[in-house]
Every structure is written in C-alpha cells, then in structure tokens.
T-cell receptor, first 115, second 113 residues
C-alpha cells in the first residue's frame, strides 16, 4: 500500500543502548510528525518536520532524543542511552504540506521495550 | 496553549445502546478538532474531524460529533453501538502553529452483549 510505514515494528533493547527508529512517509508528503504513546503519558507530540528542517522540536523529552530527515522523505528518530521510561510505541505521521495537519496519516508504530 | 480533556476514562455499554464520549478543549484561537479510534493492537484511525462550517460532523462507522464553541466541547456520539466498536477513542486538537496534535488521555469504550 501507499501508507506511512515504520520499522522495525518491535524493538527490544537493553538500558543504555542507542536505538534508531525509521519512518517512511507517504510519497510526496512534505510534513512529517513523530509522536509517542506510553501508558503513563498517553499520546505526546515529539517533533515536526517540514521538508528536511524541524521547526518544532518542542516535544522532545530530553537531549537523548534526536531526529533527522533526509531527502525530504525518510526520517529517523534516535534515542541515545535508552532508559526504561523510554518504553513506548513511537508513531510517525505525514501530511501533504505545511498547514495540512488535518490531512495527517499515521503509521502503525514501533513498539520499543527497554529492559 | 491548547489542551484536551476526555471526561471519561472508561465507558461500558451494551450492544445497540447509544453512546456519548465527552471531550472538552481549551484554546484561545480557532483550532481543528479530531476524533481518532485505536482498535486493540492496531494503529490510529481517523474517525472524523472539524475544520470549519457545520458544527455537526459525520464520520466513519456511524459516528458523529458536534462542535460547541461556547462550551468548548466536541463530544462523540453513536446512536447504536456494536461489539466491534470496542476500542480506545482519542480526542485531539491542533496546536496554534498547526505543527502538532494535542491528544486527550483517551476513553476506553467497551461494548458487551
């Protein structure tokens, strides 16, 4: 299909390790969003990309979290020195362009478990 | 800053009964409002959205919601629920910049026979 895809679907890592989560947005979508869904905090916004730039990083919880986007397409969310509280489902979404958050489509998510 | 309050964390109902899931938001500016559904072990699916115009919005699977600006509410309703409607429902509002959705904590709808 032509939806948002994320990989891996599940990731188990040991505390202290770094992890990379990948998002492939819908082809042609220039806006990309990362969210986190955890039992304690619910659904939280992390970061927004327009093209390759990230004008809104206000939701990143700490400097251990970073994200990049290359070629205006694929995005990678990196968590360094993972902690148990990072365990969550990480969701990616995309929309056609700036100002089209009402046309946001979500991917299936990556379930991260930190042991 | 915008915020969303879903007034009920759990709503149990019997099959074919009507249901209302309540959502209140706070915002000093015009925003977009959304309801999403998440079935067990699945991703988020958009049920409906309010952008402007008619305050009664119809969505998929027989759901509808009414935007009430004076009460800052966006309650979700269905006249007759099915077992298959059992899921987690999230109300959301766009932030002022249009760069993020702010979600409520969710309401678990449990439909039994």
């Amino acid at each position: 299909g032509a939806g948002v895809s994320q990989s891996p679907s599940n990731k188990v890592t040991e505390k202290g390790k770094d992890v990379e989560l990948r998002c492939d947005p819908i082809s042609g979508h220039t806006a990309l969003y990362w969210y986190r869904q955890s039992l304690g905090q619910g659904l939280e916004f992390l970061i927004y990309f327009q093209g390759n730039s990230a004008p809104d990083k206000s939701g990143l919880p700490s400097d251990r979290f970073s994200a990049e986007r290359t070629g205006g397409s694929v995005s990678t969310l990196t968590i360094q020195r993972t902690q148990q509280e990072d365990s969550a489902v990480y969701l990616c979404a995309s929309s056609p362009s700036v100002g089209t958050i009402y046309e946001q489509y979500f991917g299936p998510g990556t379930r991260l478990t930190v042991t | 800053a915008q915020s969303v309050t879903q007034l009920d964390s759990q709503v149990p109902v019997f099959e074919e009964a009507p249901v209302e899931l309540r959502c209140n938001y706070s915002s000093s500016v015009s925003v977009y409002l959304f309801w999403y559904v998440q079935y067990p072990n699945q991703g988020l699916q958009l049920l409906l959205k309010y952008l402007s115009g008619s305050t009664l919005v119809k969505g998929i699977n027989g759901f509808e919601a009414e935007f009430n600006k004076s009460q800052t509410s966006f309650h979700l309703r269905k006249p007759s629920v099915h077992i298959s409607d059992t899921a987690e429902y999230f109300c959301a509002v766009s932030n002022q910049a249009g760069t993020a959705l702010i979600f409520g904590k969710g309401t678990t709808l449990s439909v039994s026979s």
